[in-house]
């Protein structure tokens, strides 16, 4: 089975500046996703950015972007440019690469306070 | 982005109703719809996978009795929560599978919450 693991509980930045959220996960698959997702306070669930396992170029989504280490089974998320909107609960998960299940593994969440 | 709806946003109802939470996928076929249930500030937790035309599988620990899925079409899948009681307050997310090996995504409903009374 798959595990998620998001150390931070909670963070807060000042506006304008860099954070970088941490997630580590554990599988034995070689072929999967990862996924940073964002839910702010209306809690609606948004995607903010995917990752092959397969490819090695770390995504990226305007101001967001992905360090993927794969072999250190590492998934950080570094907001740059901060803004107040970007206060949400940040979650990392996992699925499984091509199958019909589709799961995902979630992590506990990250809260994360941008503060003007 | 793909939409997925989600009916009602808001129920409140007594203790030992029934209640219905309708899930829709709006702009693509979903053979595949997830449940979750979320208290306040946790992650979310899968309740079951609704696949179309058939049972839907449920996470162990989850009565399947108690929270009924039916996937009758590719874009429809509903969960009814029967004999609801105080403890079945909370929220509850629904999220349809797009598949592909480069859009494997999973698009969330907006919620839903339950107080039961």
């Not at chain 2, 249930?37 to 979310?44: A, D, I, V, Y």
């Not at chain 2, 937790?45 to 929270?67: C, H, I, P, R, W």
């Not at chain 2, 996937?71 to 004999?83: G, K, N, P, Y």
Request: aromatic share 12%; net charge positive.
């Amino acid at each position: 089975a798959q595990t998620v693991t998001q150390s931070q509980p909670e963070m807060s930045v000042q506006e304008a500046e860099t954070v970088t959220l941490s997630c580590t996960y554990d599988t034995s698959e070689n072929n999967y996703y990862l996924f940073w997702y964002k839910q702010p306070p209306s809690r609606q669930m948004i995607l903010v950015i995917r990752q092959e396992a397969y490819k090695q170029q770390n995504a990226t989504e305007n101001r967001f972007s992905v360090n993927f280490q794969k072999a250190a089974k590492s998934f950080s998320l570094k907001i740059s440019d901060s803004q107040l909107g970007d206060t949400a609960m940040y979650f990392c998960a996992f699925m499984k690469y091509n199958t019909n299940a589709g799961k995902s593994t979630f992590g506990d969440g990250t809260t994360l306070t941008v503060k003007p | 982005g793909a939409v997925v709806s989600q009916h009602p946003s808001w129920v409140i109802c007594k203790s030992g109703t029934s209640v219905k939470i309708e899930c829709r996928s709006l702009d693509f076929q979903a053979t595949t719809m997830f449940w979750y249930r979320q208290f306040p500030k946790q992650s979310l937790m899968l309740m079951a996978t609704s696949n179309e035309g058939s049972k839907a599988t449920y996470e162990q620990g989850v009565e399947k009795d108690k929270f009924l899925i039916n996937h009758a079409s590719l874009t429809l899948s509903t969960l009814t929560v029967t004999s609801a009681h105080p403890e079945d307050s909370s929220f509850y997310i629904c999220s349809a599978r797009r598949p592909g090996t480069s859009k494997e995504t999973q698009y969330f409903g907006p919620g839903t919450r339950l107080l039961v009374l």
